[in-house]
């Protein structure tokens, strides 16, 4: 079975930062597709601003990150309305984009959506987790 994968926020960040570890190795295994990655114009603005407001990126670098990610991944449009992580619902986005994108996995570091451990059939795995896996396929 194909693995589909939506990247949250900052697994996106943590590859870009650094071309060292797990974050990284998942965006390259995505680039050659030995996995399918799946996003949404909510992720990628939330992306956005943290480059912008964090990282104090420029206009450009921002744009080239973003196309960067639309390159290798599989565009959905999510409604806004899915209601899972009552902790952190700027969240549900992730968890949306992964339903409609028919993912089998969500990648992130987040403690809301590890918490969860998977929705409906799909596992939410921290990056090394992940990686371990994709090892064994």
Not at 10 to 35: D, E
Not at 72 to 100: H, N, Q, Y
Request: glycine share 4%.
């Amino acid at each position: 079975m194909p693995h589909v994968a939506v990247f949250d926020t900052n697994l996106l960040l943590s590859a870009l930062l650094s071309t060292n570890g797990n974050p990284f190795r998942c965006l390259a295994l995505a680039r050659i597709g030995q996995v399918e990655s799946v996003t949404c114009q909510e992720i990628l603005n939330e992306f956005a601003e943290k480059l912008f407001v964090k990282f104090k990126f420029s206009e450009e670098m921002i744009q080239a990150a973003l196309e960067e990610v639309r390159g290798f991944s599989r565009w959905v449009e999510i409604s806004g309305t899915l209601k899972a992580v009552p902790a952190d619902p700027d969240d549900d986005m992730v968890i949306e984009c992964a339903v409609i994108g028919n993912a089998t996995h969500i990648v992130t570091g987040d403690k809301h959506l590890l918490a969860l451990t998977s929705y409906r059939s799909i596992a939410i795995l921290k990056v090394a987790e992940f990686v371990a896996l994709l090892s064994l396929s």
